[in-house]
Nanobody, 114 residues
Framework: QVQLVESGGGSVQPGGSLRLSCVASGFTFSDVPMSWYRQAPAKEREFVALISGGGGGTTYADSVRGRFIISRDNIKNTVHLQMNNLESEDTAVYYC???????WGQGTQVTVSS
């Protein structure tokens, strides 16, 4: 079955960086676009970034464009989210998703606070 396992979350001060990873299994990873979403307390889950199966195409939410970078390693079946210049508004649980499916990871907490 499909499994998506995120890691890399933690606590960081404003302006800091974190790199999230999501290891996928149970499907042909390189065939599938992958995305990151996040959900802050008392807010709806929102789209963060998307990467095409081959990795050549990316899309970002306006709120993170220029600060976050999504990438993937199709040999290691892993998708990454490099988050730079983090802001308190980035505090959320971050989820990996096999794009436009019901396959989600369990989430990893990111807290940005001074």
């Amino acid at each position: 079955q499909v499994q998506l396992v995120e890691s890399g979350g933690g606590s960081v001060q404003p302006g800091g960086s974190l790199r999230l990873s999501c290891v996928a299994s149970g499907f042909t990873f390189s065939d599938v676009p992958m995305s990151w979403y996040r959900q802050a307390p008392a807010k709806e889950r929102e789209f963060v970034a998307l990467i095409s199966g081959g990795g050549g195409g990316t899309t970002y939410a306006d709120s993170v464009r220029g600060r976050f970078i999504i990438s993937r390693d199709n040999i290691k079946n892993t998708v990454h989210l490099q988050m730079n210049n983090l802001e308190s508004e980035d505090t959320a649980v971050y989820y990996c998703r096999r794009h436009l499916t019901t396959d989600w990871g369990q989430g990893t907490q990111v807290t940005v606070s001074s």
